[in-house]
């Protein structure tokens, strides 16, 4: 535990930031799970799940929540999928 005033503070401060710093990653994993799960539904459906996921990725990185190196990844994984989807043939 600790003794000095500031150390206490400190405590409170992590806390806090250790919180946020859960819910935004939870809120990054559960958007790129919707988008996943939109994959079968229609493109549209599918490019503003992207967009929203990327909005994310980009804020939490912005933060340095996410290593930013990461979010530049996870988007790029999103986009192939995406411009695959866009590109498969449409069934008639």
Do not use: C
């Given at each position: 535990m600790p003794h000095t005033r500031s150390a206490?503070?400190?405590?409170?401060?992590?806390?806090?930031r250790r919180l946020r710093n859960?819910?935004?990653?939870?809120?990054?994993k559960v958007q790129?799970?919707?988008f996943i799960a939109a994959l079968e539904g229609p493109a549209d459906e599918l490019k503003k799940q992207y967009n929203?996921?990327?909005k994310k990725l980009d804020k939490a990185a912005a933060k340095r929540v996410i290593h930013p190196n990461l979010a530049a990844r996870k988007k790029s994984q999103l986009a192939r999928?995406?411009?695959?989807?866009?590109?498969?043939?449409k069934p008639a």
């Amino acid at each position: 535990m600790p003794h000095t005033r500031s150390a206490k503070k400190n405590m409170r401060k992590s806390e806090k930031r250790r919180l946020r710093n859960r819910a935004t990653k939870k809120g990054i994993k559960v958007q790129i799970k919707a988008f996943i799960a939109a994959l079968e539904g229609p493109a549209d459906e599918l490019k503003k799940q992207y967009n929203l996921a990327a909005k994310k990725l980009d804020k939490a990185a912005a933060k340095r929540v996410i290593h930013p190196n990461l979010a530049a990844r996870k988007k790029s994984q999103l986009a192939r999928a995406l411009h695959k989807k866009e590109q498969a043939p449409k069934p008639a």
